[in-house]
């Protein structure tokens, strides 16, 4: 089969479906240009490549030559790797859960030809079924609807985009805020409140490590020990090498557990989730002196040198959660086979030891009628110094015998966030536990970083492999580079990644970072956000580091913009709260008033006056002083809209008007504006809800678009 547009790409997940009989594009200007050209909406994929049903979508889906047929015929199709861009797949996945009220992956959303969201969802089957709408179903009502009621996808489009932009700044703080150690004790027993004490970790399954949250845990332990907290995070610890999350024979963890005991994982191994697990075992060492996370923390750099490192000295992303279509594969084991490696004598020790002579615990439901038929490898206590010296060469050669069998897809490009992370927890490990090789290797991936990843200007691309860097970096580019350049004393250029993040992020008028820099014309709202993901967020890395670099009121701005949103949601803000914890204890505590971070006070109003049983008006008065945009605005600003459900909008004629801030005379309203809203037929006895969206400017700039909603009986 010929080749789509991805094959001209690097990302290993795009290179997945260069062969697929859906005429892919990557994102990027040739599809926009394409969807505009052609009058079609966009159909935009998201996902990655260790990604099990976004496998099981394209074999279901993107490689059925009708269902192409029909995506090719009626929409332009753009491909995007989530983790090339990630400011992609935040934006537009805020948009799916607006719309589903969940997210995941694939990713899967429809856009008008200006990328702008009007349906959404995550995987969809080839048919219907169990609730769902089949995915060619689904393309053939989308298309009419775009073709004979574009009106209303518009329409759609609009109102999301309206609510994505309320979510991309932090909500303001709805009363004074100290920011203080007892502020933060509330924020940490908040953030512990679901321990499970019979399992460890947090929350229920699907069960993550939640790696910010045990680091923030032992990062509180250095400044104020609690024996309470420390206990539910060692307890973690320990649950999580024993379980089947963790590979007892390669000595990485897999991404997550599908249950609450740590048993049976989703089986992608991820640099990211690696990287902070070798920091929290390194720092558990470090606290307790306990040999056990001494070795598990060696036992996940040791794998991902191994493994997952490329000859430059860069580490790779992901390898795969399956091998032929079936979920971990080359990680499951029967008696047989292992009786077939060790011999009968020595397979009955290890069998008792890591559960096999439990019987199957591993049931894939998608074969074998979903009856266990295979083993995970678990331990149900530590092992004594006596039986891990009897297992250690029988792991050995099972790991050896497993090298032998076909391998999930290794992601071999290089992110520079995720180098970052592991830089950073090879510096801390190779440092406490007196190990210049993870040191050594720390350094040959920040070198590659600097030489390969950082452009003539000193900014950073995101992505390289093979030794090809592309795309813009982000913020957690920057902010975990400078980490990690950080812990192994790299404290120059530390200093230049930094200076580089303040001039292309930094909001000096506001504080904090944004994920993106500015200048990108294809992304419709630029993003400042602090919740972890489970990576920490961009701006608790680089609050970390402003404080590293003695830039205190740098970060007191990061920690106060996101104040309200802390005090509402820091449970899934942990990293932030440790830099929140780390600047309280280096500097003071932090004052922020009511309403931070709000909107100044609205420039219009809105009434609205029946003139005849079929004729509303709406009427918008203007701040003095003030204009907003007219419905027909000039480039690169909000024009005003109103939305009323069932009607024809009538808008009033436009003023053109000079300001200092554009090139020529721009369409505004001022004063006092009546626009009509009409009907097809009288209106009797019901409310009309009236939703008016705005830019406002004054003679200077223009403000942050704006909404009020109005309802009238």
């Known amino acids: 089969m010929s080749a789509n547009r991805l094959a001209r790409e690097t990302s290993p997940y795009l290179l997945q479906h260069a062969h697929n009989p859906v005429d892919w594009y990557p994102w990027g200007e040739e599809a926009f240009a394409a969807a505009k050209g052609e009058d079609k909406p966009i159909f935009l ?53 607006v719309l589903t009220g969940q997210g995941g992956w694939p990713m899967s959303v429809f856009l008008t030809p200006d990328l702008k969201p009007f349906y959404g969802g995550t995987y969809f089957p080839p048919y219907d079924g169990h609730g769902r709408i089949g995915f060619p179903r689904l393309l053939a009502a989308l298309s009419d609807a775009w073709k004979n009621r574009r009106s209303e996808a518009i329409r759609s489009s609009e109102e999301i985009l309206e609510m994505l932009k309320k979510m991309a700044e932090p909500p303001p703080t709805r009363a004074h805020i100290q920011i203080d150690e007892d502020f933060l004790e509330r924020l940490l027993e908040r953030s512990t409140a679901d321990y499970d004490p019979a399992n460890g970790g947090f929350g229920s399954a699907p069960k993550f490590p939640r790696q910010t949250l045990l680091e923030l845990i032992l990062l509180a332990e250095r400044i104020s020990p609690n024996p309470t907290r420390l206990e539910q995070v060692l307890h973690t610890l320990d649950k999580l090498a024993l ?24 089986f992608e191994i991820m640099l990211y989730d690696n990287a902070m697990l070798a920091w929290c075992y390194a720092e558990a060492f470090a606290q307790t002196k306990n040999t056990h996370y001494g070795t598990t923390a060696r036992g996940i750099l040791d794998f991902i040198l191994r493994e997952m490192t490329s000859p430059d000295g860069a580490f790779y992303t992901a390898f795969d959660a399956e091998v032929d279509a079936q979920e971990g594969l080359s990680y499951l084991w029967t008696a047989a086979e292992i009786a077939e490696v060790l011999g009968e004598k020595d397979a009955e020790l290890f069998n008792r030891v890591y559960g096999i002579a439990e019987g199957p615990n591993f049931a894939d439901p998608h074969h074998n009628h979903g009856a266990p038929d295979k083993n995970i490898l678990f331990l149900e206590d530590e092992l004594d110094a006596e039986t891990e010296a009897k297992v250690a060469p029988m792991r050995q050669k099972l790991y050896e015998k497993r090298r032998t069998r076909k391998q999930p897809l290794l992601d071999t490009k290089i992110l520079a966030s995720w180098n970052g992370l592991m830089i950073r927890a090879m510096a801390h490990a190779g440092k406490i536990l007196n190990e210049p090789i993870y040191l050594a290797a720390a350094n040959k991936s920040a070198d590659y970083l600097l030489k390969v990843h950082r452009a003539p200007d000193g900014s950073l691309h995101r992505t390289s492999r093979d030794g090809i860097a592309k795309g813009a970096g982000f913020l957690d580019d920057y902010a975990l580079l400078a980490q990690g350049l950080l812990a192994l004393d790299r404290r120059d250029e530390a200093q230049k990644i930094a200076a580089r993040m303040l001039n292309q992020f930094h909001d000096p008028a506001k504080g904090g970072f944004y994920f993106t820099a500015a200048g990108d014309p294809n992304m419709l709202i630029r993003q400042k956000t602090a919740s972890d993901t489970p990576l920490p967020s961009g701006n608790a890395a680089a609050t970390m580091v402003m404080l590293e670099l003695k830039k205190p009121d740098i970060a007191a701005g990061a920690i106060c913009i996101f104040a309200g949103q802390l005090e509402r949601f820091g449970e899934g803000m942990s990293a932030l709260v440790a830099a929140a914890q780390r600047y309280v204890h280096l500097h003071r505590s932090m004052q922020v008033a009511a309403g931070k971070a709000a909107a100044t006070k609205a420039v219009a109003a809105l009434s609205a006056e029946w003139t005849a049983p079929d004729l509303l008006h709406a009427i918008v008065t203007v701040a003095p002083g003030f204009h907003i945009n007219a419905n027909t605005a000039a480039p690169g600003l909000i024009p005003t809209r109103l939305f009323v459900a069932g009607a024809t909008i009538e808008y009033p004629p436009a003023k053109q008007e000079t300001f200092e801030f554009a090139d020529g005379p721009i369409p505004i309203y001022d004063g006092r504006i009546v626009i009509a809203a009409r009907f097809a037929r009288p209106v009797i006895q019901q409310s009309v809800k009236l939703l008016l969206t705005y830019q406002a400017c004054d003679q200077n700039s223009c403000r942050a678009p704006e909404k009020i909603e109005l309802v009238v009986e």
Request: hydrophobic share 35%.
């Open 45 to 97: 994929s998201v996902g990655y490549s260790t990604c099990y049903w976004c496998h099981v979508m394209e074999r279901q889906s993107f490689e059925n030559d009708a269902i192409a047929a029909e995506m090719n015929k009626r929409f332009i199709n753009i491909k995007v790797d989530r983790e090339e861009r990630p400011d992609v797949d935040a934006l537009y996945m805020n948009a799916v859960q």
């Open 243 to 266: 379980g089947g999350i963790h590979d007892h024979l390669g000595g990485a963890f897999h991404r997550y557990s599908t249950d609450n005991h740590w048993l049976v994982p989703h």
